[in-house]
């Protein structure tokens, strides 16, 4: 069975630093898309940051671009966030995705929260 665990999740100051990792087992990690998402308190679940499995650069959404890194390490079937100058509305349950031919997963999620 396919289990996703982030962690890197806690309390930080607005302008500061972290960095959520998120490690897959039991899933074909070279061939597998992966993402992260967050959820802030009473708001939807949104897309965050994507990394395909080729040379095709990450994408991410306009809220983050430019403060946030996703990578990823197939040796180690991790993905990685790196968040930097971080912003109170950053906060939330950060969420890490995968998919392949052979569907989709979710984490469990780790808590952020920014502090202004």
């Known amino acids: 069975q396919v289990q996703l665990v982030e962690s890197g999740g806690g309390l930080v100051q607005a302008g500061g630093s972290l960095r959520l990792s998120c490690v897959a087992s039991?899933?074909?990690?070279?061939?597998?898309?992966m993402r992260w998402y967050r959820q802030a308190p009473g708001k939807q679940r949104e897309w965050v940051a994507g990394?395909?499995?080729?040379?095709?650069?990450?994408n991410y959404a306009d809220s983050v671009k430019g403060r946030f890194t996703i990578s990823r390490d197939n040796a180690k079937h991790t993905v990685y966030l790196q968040m930097n100058n971080q912003k109170p509305e950053d906060t939330g349950v950060y969420y890490c995705?995968?998919?392949?031919?052979?569907?989709?997963?979710w984490g469990q999620g780790t808590q952020v929260t920014v502090s202004s």
């Open positions: 039991e899933i074909i990690f070279s061939i597998t898309v």
């Open positions: 990394i395909t499995t080729g040379d095709t650069p990450p």
């Open positions: 995705n995968s998919w392949n031919y052979r569907g989709e997963h």
